[in-house]
């Protein structure tokens, strides 16, 4: 019923970890919402396309159980993360250790590293389980400060029980950072109640919503307490205020936001973010489970990823050894579209897929084994 959703290439497409596929409907909504107003209409389009950008922190405020005041747009998850840890009142005032994977995406370590003067990052091993809450209690001590968790680490498969680590790090008085960026969309996430004091995600992956539409979520209890340094009129609590000696930041989380904003990217994805808090995102997952098991049943002995519900992530991973190459090449030429990192080949089945995805991936996969 949801492939009709969405343009789909020919082939297998198993790539939603890296990229969704776009919603059959996104082309005319852009037009409409984007290109429409500055083309068509004789007056300039920034009223329209405002409206475009708070449709979009409306759209994450509903998927995420959520107000939208407290959503920020974001290029990409580097810049939302630079702009929360530079606000914050300790940086560059005193120490700062910070405790992260090193199953991390990279840029995430930059940022830490580079934005933040006298740090100290601590990694947990990427050889260790991060889905496991007793690696966490080993590696969190009192001298940790701030605490950086990817919800899904998408090397690994695995998914790392959020919620039992910002109680163990706030505990300590530590604030906690998550990524959500391989989760948003397939796993269901709540922040209304969440602890955690800073969330950031984007829209290319399994929310289908394409490149550059990132968000930052902050904790209403802390967001006064953050004074961005990279600010511009979009920051300030009234943007047509045009008095160069006053700045207000804005109340809400926009006081993130920054200069002029690339508008294009929001408007696109907040089409898609509506889609998947409307079908629900309780749902999506449930196919995804029922795909990854079908998967595992089949390819046992190679499937490496957790395949519990609570662990794993919406990803598989499997480790064909020294021939991977004969299977990647073998995968390309059936026409399935996967990936592979250090650990093995990734899989990732979306809404859109079907069990004929998976069985031919399984089928090619056997048969480059065995060839």
Not at 17 to 43: C, I, K, T
Not at 210 to 215: D, L, S, V
Request: glycine share 6%.
């Amino acid at each position: 019923m949801n492939q009709v959703d969405f343009s789909l290439p020919q082939g297998h497409y198993l790539l939603s970890h890296s990229v969704g596929r776009p919603l059959a409907s996104a082309e005319q909504d852009f037009m409409q919402r984007y290109f429409h107003p500055w083309a068509g209409d004789n007056h300039e389009p920034w009223y329209q396309w405002i409206d475009g950008i708070q449709r979009f922190t409306a759209a994450l405020a509903q998927l995420f159980n959520s107000q939208a005041e407290y959503f920020c747009p974001q290029s990409n998850l580097s810049s939302g993360l630079t702009k929360w840890v530079m606000s914050l009142p300790e940086t560059g005032k005193q120490p700062v250790r910070v405790l992260m994977s090193e199953s991390d995406f990279p840029s995430m370590g930059f940022v830490l590293q580079q934005a933040v003067p006298d740090v100290e990052i601590c990694f947990i091993p990427a050889a260790l389980d991060m889905s496991d809450l007793n690696v966490w209690q080993q590696h969190l001590s009192d001298e940790i400060d701030w605490v950086f968790v990817s919800q899904v680490y998408s090397n690994t498969g695995q998914q790392a029980p959020v919620d039992a680590i910002t109680q163990l790090a706030k505990a300590q008085g530590c604030r906690v950072i998550v990524d959500v960026a391989q989760a948003a969309g397939v796993i269901p996430i709540d922040l209304s109640d969440s602890a955690a004091d800073c969330v950031l995600g984007s829209c290319v992956k399994w929310l289908c919503g394409g490149p550059g539409a990132g968000f930052i979520w902050v904790n209403p209890a802390i967001l006064d307490q953050c004074q961005p340094k990279d600010v511009g009129w979009f920051s300030h609590q009234n943007p047509m205020e045009f008095d160069i000696h006053h700045f207000a930041p804005h109340h809400s989380a926009l006081r993130f936001w920054g200069g002029t904003p690339s508008v294009a990217a929001y408007i696109f994805a907040a089409h898609s973010i509506e889609y998947f808090a409307r079908i629900g995102v309780e749902t999506v997952r449930a196919h995804n489970l029922n795909l990854l098991a079908r998967l595992h049943t089949e390819l046992a002995p190679w499937y490496i990823a957790p395949t519990e519900a609570q662990r794993c992530s919406g990803t598989a991973i499997l480790n064909a050894g020294d021939a991977q190459d004969k299977v990647l090449a073998a995968l390309r030429e059936a026409g399935i579209a996967v990936d592979a990192r250090k650990l093995g080949i990734r899989v990732s089945p979306h809404i859109y897929n079907t069990p004929a995805d998976i069985d031919a991936f399984i089928r090619v996969f056997k048969r480059a084994l065995l060839a």
